[in-house]
C-alpha cells in the first residue's frame, strides 16, 4: 500500500487533511503535558503528596512519548524532578541518585544549581540554595543522623560555592547536635517550601501553561450550568403535575358527594403486597431446652476465670545504661532528658525515667 494512501486512511475524518495528524498529536501531547505540569505545581502548593506521585509518575509516562518536543519542555522538566526531591526532602530513605549518600535535598541543591538561567532573581535564587544547605544538614539532625548531617556539609564544600562562616555554623552546629539552634529555626523547612511557591507562582505567571486547563473549567461551568437549568425544569414541571392531580380530587369529591354511597366490604378482597401487613402483633414464642443443649452452650461460651492480664515485666537497668545515662548528663547536663534521649538508645524509656533513675544513682552514690 502506498505510505501516502496509508497514512490518509489512519487520519481522522473530522481533522484538516491539509494538516498532518503527527502534528496534531504533538500540539495535544504539548497542551497534556502543560495540564500535568500545572497540577504537579497544584499538589505541590497544597502538600498533597499521594498526588503529588500519581501525576509525577503520569508526567513520567508522557515524557516518553515520541510526539512531545522536548526542547521545549526541559525547563519544565528540571523544575518537576526539583520539585519531586523537595516534596521528598524529610524522607532520608528515598534516592534520586547513584550515590546513596546523596539525600533528596542535597540532590535537590544540585538540579537547582542547573536552573541559574531560569530564575531572574538572583537573591530568590541563591535564598532557596541556602535554605537547601541549611535543611540538608537540619532534616538529618532531626532523624538523629548526625553523622549524615556531618557528610552534607561536606558534600556542599566539595560541589557548591556557599559563605564560608555558614559552613563553620552548621558544623558547630552538627558537632553540638543542637536542633534548635536559631539558624535552623529561621531557615526552616516551611519557609523552604513558601520560597519555592513564591517561585512557582512567578514561573507560571510568565510561561503560562492553562490552555487546557481554561478549557476544561469553561467546560465544566457549562456543564454546571445545563444542570442548574434542568432541575429548574423539572420543579416547574412536577409543580404544574401536583396541581392538576389536586384539581381531579376536587372534581372527583364533588361527584362522589352526589352518587349513592354503598356498603364497604367487611373482608375486602384487595391486596397490596408492596404494604407491609401492620396489623399483625409481635409475639414470643418459649421452649423448654433438655440438659444436653444446656451443657453444649455451657461449653461454647467463653471461660472467663482462664483468661488472665498479662503485665509487661519491668525493664532493668544495665550498666551501659547507666554509663549513656551518666555520659549524657556530663554532655548536657542534669534536667536536659530530651536531649540525652536523642544522643542514645535507652530501650523507650522516658525522660521521666531518666530523672527518676539518676536520683536513684545520685542516693547510691554511683555518680558524682
Not at 481522522?12 to 500535568?36: C, K, R
Not at 532523624?143 to 558534600?155: D, E, T
Request: charged content about 25%.
Amino acid at each position: 500500500m502506498d505510505p501516502e494512501l496509508k497514512n490518509k486512511t489512519a487520519t481522522p475524518s473530522n481533522t484538516d487533511e491539509s494538516v498532518q495528524f503527527s502534528h496534531i498529536t504533538a500540539v495535544a501531547t504539548g497542551w497534556m503535558y502543560d495540564f500535568l505540569f500545572v497540577s504537579l505545581c497544584q499538589h505541590f502548593k497544597e502538600g498533597q503528596l499521594d498526588r503529588f506521585n500519581e501525576t509525577l509518575s503520569t508526567v513520567e509516562a508522557i515524557c516518553q512519548s515520541p510526539s512531545l518536543k522536548r526542547d521545549t519542555h526541559d525547563e519544565k522538566n528540571m523544575i518537576c524532578a526539583f520539585l519531586a526531591r523537595v516534596m521528598h526532602g524529610k524522607q532520608l530513605d528515598v534516592l534520586f541518585e547513584d550515590d546513596d549518600c546523596v539525600m533528596p535535598l542535597m540532590s535537590a541543591a544540585k538540579i537547582w544549581s542547573l536552573m541559574k538561567e531560569t530564575v531572574e532573581d538572583e537573591s530568590l535564587f541563591q535564598n532557596i540554595m541556602k535554605l537547601l544547605l541549611v535543611q540538608s544538614v537540619a532534616v538529618c539532625l532531626e532523624k538523629g543522623q548526625r553523622s549524615s548531617a556531618s557528610s552534607a556539609v561536606k558534600w556542599f564544600e566539595n560541589n557548591h560555592e556557599f559563605p564560608q562562616n555558614l559552613g563553620v555554623k552548621l558544623s558547630t552546629i552538627v558537632t553540638q547536635r543542637d536542633t534548635y539552634h536559631p539558624l535552623l529555626m529561621s531557615y526552616s523547612f516551611s519557609r523552604l517550601l513558601e520560597t519555592i511557591q513564591s517561585f512557582l507562582d512567578v514561573y507560571l505567571k510568565k510561561n503560562p501553561s492553562d490552555y487546557l486547563l481554561k478549557a476544561a473549567t469553561k467546560t465544566a461551568q457549562s456543564s454546571q450550568n445545563t444542570e442548574t437549568f434542568e432541575d429548574t425544569v423539572t420543579q416547574d414541571v412536577s409543580l404544574l403535575a401536583k396541581a392538576n392531580e389536586t384539581t381531579e380530587m376536587d372534581a372527583n369529591r364533588k361527584k362522589k358527594n352526589t352518587c349513592v354511597r354503598t356498603k364497604r366490604k367487611l373482608l375486602s378482597t384487595k391486596t397490596d403486597v408492596w404494604k407491609p401487613d401492620t396489623c399483625k402483633k409481635p409475639y414470643i414464642c418459649l421452649r423448654r431446652i433438655s440438659k444436653n443443649e444446656l451443657l453444649q452452650l455451657s461449653e461454647k461460651s467463653v471461660d472467663t476465670s482462664k483468661v488472665q492480664k498479662t503485665r509487661k515485666p519491668p525493664q532493668k537497668w544495665t550498666a551501659q545504661l547507666d554509663k549513656n545515662l551518666e555520659d549524657g548528663v556530663k554532655c548536657h547536663g542534669t534536667g536536659k532528658w530530651s536531649r540525652i534521649l536523642l544522643d542514645y538508645d535507652f530501650g523507650g524509656r522516658t525522660g521521666t525515667m531518666l530523672k527518676d533513675r539518676w536520683r536513684v544513682l545520685m542516693r547510691a552514690n554511683k555518680v558524682g
